[in-house]
């Protein structure tokens, strides 16, 4: 088969193409080899990437000891902790669709034959599994690494922390400004995505599971030495698949043929064995319609239903981070529980060239004669700050083998029965919204408290700090999904007070939104359909009964239909009005425009809706 670089590459017509190849550092011996992209997410404003400039060059070293030739280029990326709380974070989730078309934009410029990903927090890594199977050209993923969780001396006892303490601690009523700064230095001590399973280190734990990456990409830490080793193998790795896909016809080694419908459930039954955020939902469903799969929110609640929850990491859990995963055996470990239940697809292929099935038993850290494995997951956290990759190579003393009580358990002894993550449905969400069911204390999984109706995340967080919201209240946020926000901002800030305020076990949430992986409680979001499409989440008023059953998966507003009906056609009766926020002020740019105006809803994942854009294409030829 012929590379797809031919048609830049070779023939008289090329002459000048291959004088701007030569200009790159294109030496005559190299053309004819597969050229591969290697797609860097490098920037100094995300620690999940501050150190993945210097990676991009080891990468190109090891493709071209391999036979490739390594071309480099960047997308952006946007820290959501940074932007989270203001309008900053309606630019996150667009900025995944941006990040897509940038891959496709390079890729297809310049014909490249093949991708490594070089990716690490919540937008990019999806972003690129998009523009992976949009492409459907070889394609590796290796993320940046987590983060290692910090230490904090709070108030007489010493405790692992992570980004997300800092909103429980500094927003507590009674602490102090030495405890707001101690745990500000405190939480986010190394490069990498943030310590806890968060929507960064979900997505990367879920290319490992979906076969996109090699094992330990989810959870060996960004610092450490272990880490190298999956960089270069991923390296060699992706020359290897473009040889065999375009030399031997082995098509099993694309983006599409990894991505099935087998594949994908695996991936959401991965998430939902580790509690993984609520938004690798939308990501999942996106990466599916570039994939071409029939894989839709009911297969999430189906999933659901009967995968076992078997490993809690914060903010779930207290004190349990991803290095703590990585030690009881990362996600080899889980996808091996999974199969053992019979909750895995045991044939999908995988970029290691052979089906799941035939090499977990190789990663299995129970299994003494592994000893491959057991020093992988071993790796451990330098406890140093750092900013540089590959800075120490700590090991843990003992491995967690515990399956009956460890942070990894097997299905008979399951945290729960079902996953953790939960897709619900009713009259307030006809279309479903979700519940990483993980993080809910249990005398929520049942509750039923009043509405106190909040047009933004704003004057959300002015009524819980003004202690407007109170015990047995559901803060309804809406007006924030992609469309009408736009962008579907995410809702860390509001439900990190609440907790701060002791309101996590006593009160609830629920939006058009979305939550950031770091998010617990009662925390309901991507109710569809959206308020600014019609949703009925848009005619609840203060002091309406909202009721929450997790173990039935029913939202419900105890309304009657002829008052919805009613107050539907008050709404309806404002015309140009209809379904918009009545007292916010916000400033909406071009660019976030046009991408609510294509926005699917979040039960379709947020990406571009199809259909829309098919029927304005259709309008536009009537003009």
Not at 43 to 51: A, F, K, N, S, Y
Not at 524 to 547: C, K, R, T, W
Request: aromatic residues 4%.
């Amino acid at each position: 088969m012929k590379l797809r670089s031919d048609k830049v590459t070779v023939g008289a017509m090329n002459t000048g193409a291959r004088a701007l190849w030569r200009a790159t550092g294109t030496t005559t011996e190299e053309f004819g080899r597969p050229i591969i992209g290697i797609a860097n997410s490098f920037t100094e404003m995300v620690p999940g990437h501050v150190h993945l400039q210097a990676l991009g060059r080891l990468v190109a070293r090891e493709i071209r000891a391999a036979g490739g030739v390594p071309k480099e280029f960047n997308t952006i990326a946007v820290d959501d902790g940074i932007a989270m709380g203001h309008e900053g974070m309606m630019y996150s989730l667009p900025s995944r669709e941006l990040i897509a078309d940038a891959c496709e934009y390079m890729a297809n410029a310049h014909a490249i034959d093949a991708m490594i990903c070089l990716s690490n927090c919540d937008k990019i890594t999806p972003a690129m599994m998009m523009a992976a199977n949009r492409l459907n050209i070889p394609t590796i993923f290796v993320s940046g690494g987590p983060m290692e969780s910090g230490k904090f001396d709070y108030r007489g006892q010493t405790k692992r922390v992570d980004a997300i303490d800092t909103i429980y601690v500094a927003g507590a009523q009674d602490a102090t400004q030495a405890e707001i700064d101690a745990v500000e230095e405190a939480a986010c001590p190394t490069c990498g995505s943030c310590a806890l399973m968060g929507t960064a280190n979900s997505m990367n734990c879920l290319t490992e599971a979906l076969g996109l990456a090699l094992p330990g990409n989810g959870t060996i830490l960004a610092t450490h030495t272990d880490r190298e080793d999956l960089f270069r193998l991923s390296a060699r790795r992706i020359v290897a698949m473009a040889q065999a896909y375009y030399r031997d016809g082995d098509d099993s080694v694309l983006p599409r043929s990894i991505c099935t419908r087998e594949g994908l459930e695996n991936a959401a039954r991965m998430t939902m064995a580790i509690g993984g955020s609520t938004n690798t939902i939308l990501h999942l469903l996106a990466v599916a319609q570039e994939a071409g799969v029939d894989f839709s929110i009911d297969d999430f609640d189906r999933i659901s239903r009967d995968t076992p929850c078997l490993c809690k990491v914060s903010p779930s859990v207290h004190e349990i981070f991803i290095e703590d995963m990585h030690r009881a055996g990362g996600v080899m470990a889980v996808a091996g529980e999974l199969l053992k239940a019979g909750r895995y697809h045991p044939k999908n292929p995988t970029v290691l060239g052979k089906p799941v099935a035939e090499y977990l038993a190789d990663w299995d850290i129970t299994n003494p004669d592994n000893t491959e494995a057991r020093k992988m997951f071993s790796a451990g956290p330098g406890g140093i700050r750092s900013i540089r990759a590959f800075s120490q190579s700590s090991r843990f003393k003992a491995l967690d083998t515990d399956r009956e009580t460890g942070v990894i358990r097997g299905a008979e002894h399951a945290f729960s029965h079902d996953g953790g993550l939960a897709v619900l449905r009713g009259n307030l969400a006809p279309d479903s919204c979700v519940v990483k069911s993980a993080g809910v204390p249990e005398n929520l999984w049942q509750f039923r408290g009043t509405a106190i109706v909040c047009e933004s995340m704003e004057e959300a967080l002015e009524k819980i700090q003004n202690g407007t919201v109170k015990a047995g209240h559901v803060v309804v946020i809406r007006y924030e999904g992609p469309r009408g926000g736009p962008g579907m901002r995410e809702m860390l800030t509001p439900t990190g007070l609440m907790k701060a305020m002791g309101l996590g076990d006593k009160a609830g949430l629920i939006t058009d939104g979305r939550f950031s992986g770091a998010t617990s409680g009662l925390s309901v979001g991507h109710v569809s359909p959206e308020a600014a499409s019609g949703g009925a989440i848009a005619l609840v008023q203060d002091g309406d009964v909202i009721e929450f059953d997790i173990p039935n998966r029913r939202v419900h507003l105890d309304v009657s239909d002829e008052e919805l009906a009613a107050r539907r056609a008050e709404m309806l009766a404002q015309g140009d009005k209809a379904w918009r926020p009545a007292t916010r002020q916000r400033e909406v740019s071009v660019a976030l425009r046009a991408y609510g105006l294509l926005a699917a809803s979040a039960d379709k994942g947020g990406a571009r809706d199809l259909d829309r854009l098919a029927a304005l294409e259709r309008f536009a030829t009537t003009l």
